[in-house]
Nanobody, 117 residues
Framework: QVQLVESGGGLVQPGGSLRLSCATS????????MRWYRQAPGKERELVAS????????NYVDSAKGRFTISRDNAKNTVFLQMNSLKPEDTAVYYC??????????WGQGTQVTVSS
């Protein structure tokens, strides 16, 4: 059974940092690209970052470039999102995502990130 469990969210001041983790199970983690999405109240879910199966290729939404870093540890079946220089606009629920096939998408439960003074 596929499971994705996010952790690491919380309240942080502007300019601060957080590191999100997504622990996975139920599939061959090393064979698949992984993604982080976020969703703010009243807005559509937005792709924030993606990483290839081996970790060599990464991509980011423009607003996150230079501030966020996606990484993975295939030995631990875990993907991370390091978020630095956080802004109030980064406030959202962050979701881990795995696409195992055209009609086989899996999501974690989400973790809240709030950037506020």
């Amino acid at each position: 059974q596929v499971q994705l469990v996010e952790s690491g969210g919380g309240l942080v001041q502007p300019g601060g940092s957080l590191r999100l983790s997504c622990a996975t199970s139920g599939f061959t983690f090393r064979d698949y690209a992984m993604r982080w999405y976020r969703q703010a109240p009243g807005k559509e879910r937005e792709l924030v970052a993606s990483i290839s199966s081996g970790g060599y290729y990464t991509n980011y939404v423009d607003s996150a470039k230079g501030r966020f870093t996606i990484s993975r540890d295939n030995a631990k079946n875990t993907v991370f999102l390091q978020m630095n220089s956080l802004k109030p606009e980064d406030t959202a629920v962050y979701y881990c995502h795995a696409r195992l096939g055209t009609s086989s998408n899996y999501w974690g439960q989400g973790t809240q990130v709030t950037v506020s003074s």
